[in-house]
């Protein structure tokens, strides 16, 4: 096309030239011939039946083209995705979350959670609530700390490395039935948390759990409920 497009301008550029009264030829500069083809190819598109809009028909039709193979491909995505298998893999996923809380062996005391062999671990029923308490630093403004008493005790015949902090406990007090609180890392060398020591038969050990409640929490306390995790292994005692 480009090419019948470019013989036909020079045909008109000869033949204007060649019109007149037996004058001679004129001999055109580079410019003045570019300029009589151009104009001369514009007239012939606009003549021709079979050419609309020259280059822009073509690049729209490309672009409709490669839009129609996006969708094509983007339907044919859709079509794999399968609702029914979406919903089975959400199903799956939640049938393993489920299946990992139900591995969580729940057991009814210390002794079992932490489960040192010929260790007795016992709350003695006793707490403190106090804001001044030996050896930490003043809780966060609106707290105070409440500090649970434990008894270690050897019930067997050997003596007994009593190493608590290679289990890695984790502790939670919940006072009244509201939120619960961790317990606090301390450096007492009677903290229950990072207890290490040896006992001999029948000795005990008195330690203790630091916690920082809210002072509205501890200001009236009808019960309490403190929870002991270690690995999978929970326990959930009222006490």
């Known amino acids: 096309m480009k090419g019948f497009m ?5 045909i008109i550029a000869a033949g204007m030239l060649m019109t007149g009264c037996g004058d001679s030829l004129k001999v055109l500069t580079e ?26 028909v073509i690049a729209q039709k490309e672009d409709a083209e490669n839009d129609e193979d996006v969708t094509s491909q983007d339907e044919q995505k859709e079509e794999q995705q399968n609702p029914e298998d979406v919903q089975e893999e959400n199903t799956t996923a939640d049938t393993t979350q ?3 809380n139900q ?3 729940t057991v009814e005391s210390l002794s079992q959670v932490l489960e040192i062999p010929g260790v007795e671990i016992q709350y003695t029923g006793q707490y403190e609530v106090n804001s001044n308490y030996p050896q ?6 609106g707290y105070t700390y ?14 007994v ?25 301390t450096i007492l060398p009677n903290d229950l948390y990072t207890y290490e020591g040896n006992l001999a038969p029948g000795v005990n050990a008195e330690t203790v759990l630091v916690f920082q409640v809210p002072e509205a929490d501890a200001a009236n306390i009808t019960s ?16």
Not at 136 to 141: A, D, Y
Not at 146 to 159: A, C, L, P, Q, R
């Open 6 to 10: 470019k013989k036909g301008a020079v």
């Open 31 to 56: 410019s003045e011939e570019a300029i009589i083809v151009n104009y001369s190819a514009g007239t012939v598109a606009k003549f021709n039946k079979h050419q609309q809009d020259g280059l822009t």
């Open 98 to 100: 489920t299946e990992a």
């Open 103 to 105: 591995t969580a062996q």
């Open 136 to 141: 930490l630093n003043p809780p966060k403004e």
């Open 146 to 159: 409440f500090v649970m008493n434990f008894t270690i005790t050897n019930t067997g015949t050997e003596n």
């Open 161 to 185: 490395d009593c190493n608590i902090t290679d289990k890695s406990p984790v502790f939670a007090v919940s006072l009244n039935g509201g939120s619960s609180y961790k317990n606090e890392f």
């Open 224 to 239: 309490i409920q403190l929870q002991a995790q270690v690995n999978d292994v929970i326990a959930n005692i009222a006490l």
